[in-house]
């Protein structure tokens, strides 16, 4: 290979790779990637109601708010007031209550045993949140989120932020629908829109059947088109609730973990969480997350998988990194959701099994390609990386073989064996402090993400780390090899724990 | 932070396949591969259209029907062939409705913000834009799938429905005759 290929080549490569997508697009297709998976807004199973007492609830609260201004202070206190006015609808989230619109019954159409209808539709300030509701599709049908919009009279549509889809079996009935010859099908889609123009007291939803009805062409549209009122007059709140916020954290190394909010609903226990860390990239596994109230009762989870909120608490289904106040921390919010609490509960335990947060390692080691690399050739290195207060050392680099991820999709070998690879092999010379090292991620220039995936064994120990990346002569053009540590995991073992009292207990 | 014990947090290290399996369910596993693919898929649909919103809706697009299609792979070890021929399917129908071999550098954002650095980088970005012209749609498709989208060749021939060798041939054959223009292009 010439200069002048190994230049063309370069270039090539430079030009074809020289544009990213921007943050924002990543943003938000990952979370209209998430709200369109098939388990996205998957309906839970109706969890039981407890006897829970507006009463008692109002005059706790009330209790609880004398208490909180007596010790924190008005304007925390006042914070916590206003979310008082917002009601938590099932389905929708958090609803400022006081200058929100809403469709009072759902609207529906019906034809060729295809029924569309909007079941909620609520209208704030800052955004228009709406749920649909399919039955009669076939249950392998995919409705698709841009099939559906709420046109303006103008004929310009609201701009949509994110989708969510699910199915719902429900009509089956609590027996499910094992051993029935039917299985009816509903499928439940949530969007989230730009508002509405003020002053506009009506909606107009459009669906374009896209084939789905039977007799139906790609084209055909179905409108709805319905009032709305103000949320208190629309929407018949009998739903109990309790919204306060507990303000309690705890730090585990430089992450640290803090609910915020917690809304105790009849129908589930909703705890906002934040968590901080040092970078972007910092995000921490964490382990079981159990609920326990102060008489031992563990509350089952409703499935709090990681989800981003915004600034108004709202789920939009996935983690999205945001710039907190302080200016090298980042934090990121979940909404965790639980059993209902029971109404004798006086306190509330978050118990988390262990946080894994990823150390930034920014480190790398150089070396120089053999001529023809076989197996079994050692290349020397000698260096070590500080990374989360403990050191890790490249303890030896050699050439292995294995079988690799491959391309050939339709031939038998799905693999290729006998493959040269590339084995780091990591010392650990002290552990990081409260910890163990769990898994080391490397970069280097040549490889891409397919190529990152080599069989096991990768063998990770309390002393020993092992990563292998495949050497792929087609992709190196220069002797000389960078590998660049990326991120190590840290495990830290819990149980880890944040209390709180429920006010008015 | 992710939930560690039930359910299973996917393996970042999984496999593709492994992933595309576990990402019928689970849409974490989805997100996975979502960030092992994005910029390749993103980078594939800017070569292929010099647009950087085109790009972003044919890539929203690929990883769309991708999701959709996801039940109907089949875990062979070909996740990455099988998403560039959903990539190609799509960008087949965008350039139906627009004008053939795009020229990037034009189009690439924030080009103009560092002149001192960007200046070098430009020329050999033009000067390889003169070289690119002389090829034809498939063999711009060829450099595409290999430099913007990162394949191998044993990928690029499953995209493109060709033999491994007939792509090594066929690219170590292009590179000469680019090298040769390449000169050309310098000396004039």
Not at chain 1, 78 to 85: E, F, K, P, S, V
Not at chain 1, 102 to 123: C, D, K, M, S, Y
Not at chain 1, 156 to 169: C, D, T, V
Not at chain 2, 55 to 82: I, K, N
Request: net charge negative; with cysteine; glycine share 6%.
């Amino acid at each position: 290979m010439n200069n002048n290929t190994t230049s063309l080549e370069s270039v090539l490569s430079e030009y074809y790779q020289a544009a990213s997508p921007s943050d924002s697009f990543t943003r938000r297709l990952e979370t209209r990637l998430a709200a369109a998976h098939p388990r996205a807004g998957r309906v839970q199973p109706a969890p039981r109601r407890p006897a829970f007492r507006l009463r008692l609830a109002v005059i706790g609260l009330i209790l609880a708010l004398s208490l909180t201004l007596a010790v924190i202070g008005p304007d925390r206190v006042w914070a916590t007031i206003q979310r008082l006015w917002q009601r938590y609808i099932p389905g929708i989230g958090l609803v400022e209550e006081t200058s929100a619109l809403a469709l009072a019954e759902p609207a529906a159409h019906t034809e060729a045993g295809v029924t569309f209808e909007v079941q909620e539709f609520v209208v704030t300030d800052q955004e228009t949140r709406m749920i649909v509701v399919f039955r009669g599709l076939p249950e392998d049908a995919f409705v698709d989120p841009d099939s559906i919009w709420v046109e303006l009279p103008s004929g310009n549509r609201l701009r949509m932020y994110s989708a969510s889809f699910g199915r719902n079996w429900s009509a089956c009935g609590t027996a499910g629908c094992q051993g029935s010859e039917e299985k009816p099908t509903e499928f439940r889609m949530g969007f989230v829109f730009d508002p509405l123009p003020p002053g506009e007291k009506s909606a107009q939803v459009v669906w374009q059947t896209a084939g789905l009805v039977p007799g139906s062409t790609w084209t055909d549209r179905w409108v709805l088109e319905f009032p709305l009122s103000p949320l208190a007059e629309a929407k018949d709140f009998t739903v109990d609730q309790l919204v306060y916020s507990p303000d309690t954290s705890l730090s585990v190394g430089d992450m640290t973990l803090s609910v915020i909010n917690v809304i105790q609903a009849a129908d589930r226990t909703v705890l906002d969480v934040e968590e901080g860390m040092p970078s972007r990239e910092a995000v921490a596994q964490v382990g079981e997350l159990t609920l326990i109230d102060d008489q031992g009762r563990r509350y089952g989870s409703l499935g709090h998988s990681p989800m981003d909120l915004d600034e108004q608490g709202q789920d939009y289904g996935s983690a999205v990194a945001t710039e907190s106040t302080a200016p090298s921390r980042y934090s990121r919010h979940y909404r965790l959701q639980f059993e209902p609490v029971a109404p004798d509960a006086k306190n509330l335990t978050l118990e988390i099994g262990s946080m894994s947060p990823r150390a930034n390692a920014a480190g790398s080691f150089d070396f120089e390609l053999p001529e023809q690399p076989k197996e079994g050739d050692r290349v020397p290195v000698n260096q070590s990386f500080e990374v989360a207060g403990g050191v890790l050392r490249v303890a030896s680099v050699r050439f292995v073989t294995g079988t690799v991820v491959s391309d050939p999709r339709d031939e038998p070998a799905t693999t290729l064996a006998d493959q040269l690879l590339i084995e780091v092999e990591f010392e650990v010379v002290e552990p990081p402090p409260g910890g163990l090292y769990k898994i080391v991620e490397l970069k280097a220039g040549w490889t891409g993400p397919y190529w990152m995936n080599p069989d096991p064994p990768y063998s990770d120990s309390s002393e020993i780390l092992v990563r292998r990346l495949v050497y792929d002569p087609d992709r190196i053009w220069r002797s000389q090899v960078s590998i660049h540590l990326d991120h190590v995991t840290v495990y830290r073992e819990g149980p880890w724990t944040l209390s709180w009292d429920i006010p008015g207990r | 932070m992710s939930r560690g014990k039930n359910p299973k947090v996917p393996n970042p290290y999984a496999s593709d396949d492994d992933l595309a399996t576990a990402a019928r369910t689970d849409r974490r596993a989805f997100g996975l591969l979502y960030h092992r693919y994005l910029d390749r898929v993103y980078r594939y649909a800017f070569s292929r259209t010099a647009n950087p919103a085109a790009a972003e809706e044919l890539t929203s697009a690929v990883f769309l029907d991708a999701l959709e299609a996801l039940p109907r792979y089949q875990p062979q070890g070909t996740f990455a062939a099988w998403l560039f021929t959903i990539a190609r399917r799509r960008c087949a129908d965008y350039h139906r409705s627009s004008s053939p071999l795009p020229h990037i550098t034009e189009a690439l954002p924030d080009f103009d913000n560092q002149p001192e650095l960007e200046a070098d980088r430009r020329d050999s970005f033009l000067h390889l834009e003169r070289v690119l012209r002389n090829l034809s749609r498939e063999e711009l498709h060829l450099l595409q799938l290999r430099y913007a989208a990162g394949l191998s060749h044993a990928e690029t021939g499953r995209v493109l429905g060709k033999s491994e060798a007939a792509v090594k041939m066929a690219h170590s054959r292009l590179i000469h005759r680019m090298r040769g223009l390449w000169e050309i292009e310098h000396e004039q």
